[in-house]
């Protein structure tokens, strides 16, 4: 039995992702994890995976928002 967030993702909204992958060509969904191990896993869960470690300091260096400035940056392949 999926938990009430592994449910919405699951059922709603990587559906919708898909849908407008097929539609526009976007090939990833990206987010920022705040940087907490358990909901790294999570995510992780989820089928999110993390950069190797010297892309994900381009990335942070680069084009990561301030406001998310100690989160990590995930994604998953569409």
């Known amino acids: 039995m999926l938990r009430i967030g592994a449910y919405v993702f699951s059922t ?3 559906p919708m992702a898909q849908a407008v992958s ?3 060509g976007a090939k990833c969904l990206c987010i920022y994890a705040l ?3 358990k909901l790294v896993a999570y995510y ?3 089928g999110f995976s993390r950069l190797p470690f010297a892309q994900e300091v381009f ?7 301030y406001y ?3 989160c990590i940056f995930m994604y998953q392949l569409l």
């Open 68 to 70: 998310d400035k100690d």
């Open 44 to 46: 992780e869960k989820l």
């Open 35 to 37: 940087p907490e191990s």
């Open 22 to 24: 097929a539609i526009v």
């Open 59 to 65: 990335v942070h260096d680069r084009i990561k928002p």
């Open 12 to 14: 709603f909204i990587l």
